[in-house]
């Protein structure tokens, strides 16, 4: 199996320039952060960014294979997105089950985009993946017989879904792989800085074409609370980013808070190839509080559906069996879509979400987390229906990158959400995001071991990339995410796209230089650095959703409902010499 061609360049075509979908509305956008000078240096083999199951895999595999590895991070060590997954990792354990069953549901769910090759990978090495991390200390929920014990959720045809805790199997995950951290963390060999934003990726000398050098390290700021202060630089032979999703760039979401689309931003501005970032999953069911309602939201997973439970519209009728033959366990987009119209047909702003027939006894058993969060909200999952909602869940695009999660930035990888591995395609199957992340981060890993141990990634010079620098004041977020969430949010069109990309151009961007009456508008810090990486994914995000006159997945346009065969393509988005987002597709083999 080939692992070459990091494939936005590969069989890549530019969209014609003339394209009336985008020609006047792709973003010119900076190429770095504005930002101090960095005020203290560390030189490493290899530098791993985030601690969800990606970032975590990643580090302890490598800190035995390459001299000297640093691991940071936004927050505390177990504060990634993977802490809040709930329904569990899919695997092909059960010996009635099967990889060839585990790929097809996946192509399914993926509407044709999926990259067959990258799925072999992830359903042929997932099981034993999985099996490792139970070696690594992580307890799973297991049968009478002491095996792991399996359950189903939407999209899936058998039961392969292991959880933890019932309905805490992120949490547990990142307890084991956390543990196995801090068990190293006084070796000389690994440093772990928390606290740490990461602001750019540092290059070296131009390629012939101009383009930006090899990846050589980042820059990073240490919120206060790290083992450095303030700005400085790591270098590296190879960087991995494992820094997670995109929430943040949306009104509501079930991400945590650091989900500001950092690594996506930095990638992008350091000159890798982005791919299917119009595909975002809004999970079908997230606990609907009301329109005022922002931050991350309390999701309901979709195992309670694969339980049983149903879905009632505002007049207690139930709708998805019309929809589709799995009804309630149809994949996550056809669930939303379904949502969201009927929302719009009974004229409400949620759905009804019904367990009780589940028992009270089985329901607090199998889903103690949800039972409790829904009680601190005066929902009582064993008596009550609950009123659910659509919101922003999983990014199915990111950093492209080949097989052993090489982007087409040499010397950068990337593993988890914050890539776009071929795997998902359009539509991300449930419970597949915990162990893309564990397969290809693994990968990932034992690739930079073999080029570092042969020679073939070697410590550059950074230097200063041409274009522009970018600082977008804090106090724009909440514009931003507004115009993000109307325009590329669950149901599009090209009116409100276009709408969404000209507000997006019409926010500052020069922060740092701008006045207001006398005052600067912002100085470049966290809140700032976030919010400018926020505006750079919406900007994307709006334009490659513009590009796409279809539906697809986690794409819906209204005014393009159907699916379109001459859009089976990888749209790739990169940044041009002079700042300008150029768009190109690559064919799905």
Known sequence: MTTTAPAADAAATSLPSSDPATDDVLPRLATRLAAPPAGWTVQVDAIVVGSGIAGLTAALELRTRVPRVLLVTKDL??????????????????????????????????????????????????PARVRELVGRGAVFDTAPDGQISLTREGGHHADRIAHAGGDATGAEISRALVAQIEAVRDDPGIEVIEHALVLDVLTGPPDADGRPGAACGVTLHVIGEGQRDGVGAALGKAVIFATGGIGQVFRSSTNPPQATGDGIAAALRAGAALGDVEFVQFHPTVLWLGSGVKGQLTLVSEAVRGEGALLLDTDGVRFMPDVHPMAELAPRDVVAHAIVRQMAATGSDHVWLDARHLGADFLRKRFPTIHERLLEH???????????????????????????????????????????????????LASNSLLEGLVFAHRAAKHVTEQVAAGALHQQEPVVRAGDEALVAAASRSRVQRLATDGPGVLRSADGLRRAAVGLAAVPTDAHQRHDDGRLLAAPQVAEWETTNVHQVASVLTATALAREESRGGHARADFPATDERWRVRLNARLGHDGRLELSRTPID
């Not at 695009?397 to 890539?419: C, F, K, P, Q």
Request: hydrophobic residues 40%; contains cysteine; aromatic residues 2%.
């Open 77 to 126: 060590l177990g504060s990634g997105s993977t802490v809040w997954a709930q329904g569990g990792i899919a695997a092909a354990l059960d010996p009635e089950d099967s990889p060839a069953a585990h790929l097809s549901d996946t192509l399914v769910a993926g509407a044709g985009l999926c990259d067959p090759r990258a799925v072999e990978v992830l359903v042929t090495e997932g």
């Open 378 to 428: 005066g929902i009582d999952l064993t008596n009550d229906l609950v009123p659910v909602a659509p919101a922003q869940h999983y990014h199915s695009g990111g950093v492209v990158t080949d097989l052993v999660g090489r982007s087409s930035l040499r010397g950068l990888y990337a593993a988890g959400e914050v890539a776009c591995t071929g795997v998902h395609g359009a539509n991300r």
